[in-house]
């Protein structure tokens, strides 16, 4: 409000100025001859216009001056009013910091009293405990006399009846001997037949390992042979390499071979890398990390 009243004044000043100077230009335009001597023409227009336009220009200059002071209070108001939130923000969490920290300690109290609680309840429960178990005892030592004594009367009767008894013994020993080594006969023919299946199984193992193992190698050759730029002149590399899971290169050695190819093939095994290998049998793996295999012209294997 304050910005647009001092607009309003300016424009009122600006506008009584202009009035002022435009009846000095009218009132100068009356030529004045004095008797007997011809005065000069004074082209009192261009003097009074452009005393116009240097009033005006002051008078945008001051304008724009006191727009700009204006926009600065206006702009340090603003400055002062975010200033003054946020330090209200500031004291409201200080605030609601200072109610959590207070909700945690009153929190904290009640669990400490709920553990004191349960401690108490706890004693309270081992106590009835020890008492039953020192019940549990008494009643469990009368029992054992109880039985030492009845123990005693049995076996009293029992040493009558001792020879009866021993024959008895004896047959059941001698049938449980009988069937003990009926038993171990079966399971020694049990295991005997197990063992020849497990190598059976093992040598089919064996077998199935090995063609994957070949499967597994013409996987191989085909990715290295795709990335192998063939030297011009015939030739051949043999190689050995270690694999590692996943199909990683481990190292490559040159066996044999001219240096054109063995150079070009190890730049062809590094190019494939990671070679295909099984990543759900180890068994097939184990049988391909280490790996000898050949690169030839095909007009050398002509």
Known sequence: MKFNNAIIISLVAHVVLVGLLVANFQFSKIEVKPSGIPAPKIN??????????????KLKQERLSEQRKEKKRLDDLKKAE??????????EKKAA?????????ERKRKAEEEKAADLKKKRIAEEKERKKKAE??????????????????????????????????????????E????????EREMMEQMEREAQELEAARQQQILTEREIWITRIRGR??????EPENPGRCTFSIRIAPGGLVISIQVVKGDTAHCESGRRAILKAEPLPVPNDDPDVFESLKTLNFELENESTQE
């Open 44 to 57: 009192a227009k261009a003097v009074n216009n452009k005393r116009v336009e240097q009033l005006v220009e």
């Open 82 to 91: 975010e200033a003054a939130k946020q330090r209200r923000k500031d004291e």
């Open 97 to 105: 910091d200072a109610r959590k920290k207070q909700a945690d300690a």
């Open 136 to 177: 549990q005892e008494k009643k469990r030592k009368a029992e054992a006399e109880r039985k030492r004594k009845a123990e005693e009367e049995r076996k009293r009767k029992q040493r009558e009846e001792e020879e009866r008894k021993r024959k008895a013994e004896e047959e059941r020993k001698r049938k449980e001997a």
């Open 179 to 186: 069937e003990k080594a009926r038993q171990e006969a079966l």
């Open 224 to 229: 290295i042979n795709r990335n192998w730029i």
